[in-house]
């Protein structure tokens, strides 16, 4: 195999174009073969493999900088640059990272898992280049048609457009977002556009215009007219060019011949430069080709009996009463569960791109003109439009429905994709109502209350992981906590889907001898205050969260202890939840007993929280 002998980009540039043909099937096959034994981004991957190939036959790295964005897009990077053999360990723990990784390669500049941020990191780094005056380094930052949706992106254009910087951009564009070139004449105009003897003759040209006496401006106004007048007739958008980025393109994402030839000119001129290639998303994989909604960008679908099942069926459900009710999400309407509302419902679904900022901004403008939105993000996307959540909804004090996937703990794609800041965020919100269901069935009741509270805005949180089944009786309603076991000794409170490991913590405290109360928060804001006065009457409290420990909901429950019991003996309380740091990729359940948030974890800490008071009766195992 021409991919066993691959270790270095240096070994691209020895292979003749049959031989890169070769090589972009095995790579293929590899990505195919990771992706379905351990998960992860599939189309996307498959669409750049022939553009890598070129990249990195063109430029040195990592001395010339490469930029990813997103970086699901990286896999062929990875096996070029000497990570064939670590794909084994895809989204594993201890294994490779589905991103970009700092930590894993020279050639990797940018975890960038979050969209539309790549220009600004190349014009930081451009700026850079500039002032360090050593021997320049090319940098090319690839960005998806997607990412473009992002409004960051398009300040980072601007910047770069203004300052002039030199940059190469490349817009991979899978879904045909941008019209191509289809006139023999517009091919043409294309290819000589990209030539740089022709742009230095034309840079003469305009010079001599303008230095003509008298009629030099005309000239030079004139020579710019007809230009502009071809470009309207022949080729794309001039969009880019107004923001003073030079554009050229379609090219054919899949032809390395013609990409290494686009790219070699790009590279004799200066300047922010954008080209643009067209890739097919999946090609070479008959499942990912015959995917009409999104090629098989990635492996993961809403599963039955998930939390994102249970919100999907709630949502159908009450929007079938309610005609006000809208969906909103940021380029995401199948992860998230709104595809059958679509289908069921297409002029009251709304995908506003990668746009987290204006998803939520909108939200609040239908809200105030009569609508009900529901905005569906994933738990660390909403994040990135926490300051309009803030003063654009709870200022405003509109009804709009957050409604967050992927809370908590989420596991394979790493650091970046963890939701562990939406409980430390949304609390602070004033105004602000917060869910944390810990069933299938929680979840559609907490929806159906959501939507009965006018005066403000209200979150909904939910795991990634399968959905616990309650039956009718294990259902509560409103904003009241629910007791599942009463005690003396300990109160237990869990937040959300740790209720699973809290109950089993209680059983074996129990089986040792403890009196355990166990409660389920289900609304971490505003807290139950008989779910506090009864916590109070214990000596001991544990509060269990999946959530950033620091500024969380436990918090937030001990310093209302301490008021609640002023004059009377205050109980110890133990804080359990995530630790303020960056959390590598892993199973959830693996991450959370390394975290202590498993059963053993908590029956650990209680037992320790207990024998600093009573060392000798402190008798319970973990």
Not at 360 to 375: D, E, F
Request: glycine share 10%; aromatic share 6%.
């Amino acid at each position: 195999m021409i991919l066993e002998t691959i270790s270095s980009p240096a070994d691209l540039r020895s292979l003749t174009y049959d031989q890169l043909d070769v090589l972009a099937a095995e790579m293929r096959e590899l990505i195919v073969d990771a992706v379905n034994a351990n998960g992860g981004h599939l189309g996307s991957n498959l669409g750049v493999v022939e553009l890598t190939l070129a990249l990195h036959r063109v430029f040195d790295s990592p001395h010339d900088i490469i930029l990813w964005d997103t970086g699901h897009q990286a896999y062929p990077h990875k096996i070029v640059t000497g990570r064939a053999g670590d794909f084994t360990g895809l989204r594993q723990s201890g294994g490779m990272s589905g991103y970009p990784s700092r930590d894993e390669s020279e050639h990797d500049w940018v975890e960038n898992s979050h969209a539309s941020t790549i220009l600004s990191y190349a014009y930081g780094l451009a700026v850079a280049q500039a002032a360090d005056g050593a021997d320049p380094r090319r940098i090319v930052a690839v960005v998806g048609d997607g990412s473009m949706t992002g409004g960051m992106a398009f300040e980072g254009l601007n910047n770069l457009g203004h300052s002039g910087r030199d940059c190469i951009i490349i817009l991979n564009d899978n879904g045909r977002s941008y019209a191509p070139t289809i006139s023999k004449l517009g091919e043409s105009l294309v290819k000589i556009r990209n030539n740089p003897v022709y742009m230095r003759r034309q840079a003469k040209l305009e010079k001599a215009l303008a230095e003509m006496p008298v009629v030099g401006g005309f000239a030079e106004r004139g020579l710019e007219a007809t230009k502009a007048a071809i470009r309207e007739m022949w080729e794309p958008h001039a969009f880019f060019e107004t923001l003073g980025v030079r554009y050229a393109g379609p090219f054919d994402g899949h032809d390395i011949e013609a990409l290494e030839e686009a790219l070699h000119n790009a590279t004799e001129m200066s300047g922010p430069q954008v080209l643009h290639v067209l890739t097919q998303k999946g090609r070479g994989y008959g499942p990912a080709e015959n995917d009409p909604i999104k090629r098989m960008h990635d492996i993961g679908a809403p599963k039955p009996g998930s939390y994102t099942a249970a919100f999907t069926e709630a949502l159908i459900t009450e929007a079938e009463i309610h005609p006000e009710i809208v969906a909103i999400t940021a380029a995401m309407p199948d992860s998230t569960g709104l595809l059958p509302f679509a289908d069921r419902f297409p002029d009251r679904c709304f995908d506003v791109g990668i746009a987290e900022q204006h998803a939520v901004t909108s939200a609040a403008g239908m809200a105030m003109g009569g609508l009900r939105p529901v905005v569906a993000l994933y738990s660390t996307f909403l994040t990135r439009a926490i300051d309009q959540v803030n003063l654009d909804v709870g200022l405003h004090r509109q009804p709009v429905v957050f409604c967050l996937d992927r809370a908590g703990i989420t596991g394979d794609d790493g650091p970046s994709h963890h939701g562990i800041l939406d409980m430390v965020l949304l609390t602070k919100v004033p105004g602000m109502t917060v869910f944390a269901p810990a069933s299938y069935q929680e979840l559609g009741q907490m929806f159906h209350d959501a939507l009965e509270i006018t005066d403000g805005p209200v979150a909904i949180r939910w795991a990634k992981t399968a959905a616990r089944q309650a039956a009718p009786g294990e259902v509560g309603a409103g904003l009241k906590a629910r007791r599942l076991r009463r005690g003396d000794d300990l109160c237990l409170i869990s937040v959300g889907k740790m209720l699973d490991a809290a109950e089993a913590a209680a059983e074996r405290l129990e089986a040792d001898g403890v009196s355990v109360s166990l409660w389920d928060a289900r609304v971490v804001k505003p807290l139950d205050p008989a779910m506090l006065d009864d916590a109070g009457r214990h000596p001991y409290v544990v509060t269990v969260e999946d959530g950033l420990r620091d500024g969380g909901v436990g918090m937030a429950i001990a310093d209302q202890l301490a008021e609640l019991t002023v004059g009377r003996p205050e109980p110890r309380v133990r804080v359990l939840g995530v630790p303020a740091q960056y959390i590598p990729h892993a199973k959830p359940d693996v991450i959370l007993a390394d975290l202590g948030l498993d059963t053993s974890g908590i029956v650990a800490s209680a037992v320790s929280l207990m024998a600093a008071d009573h060392p000798e009766g402190a008798s319970a195992t973990v």
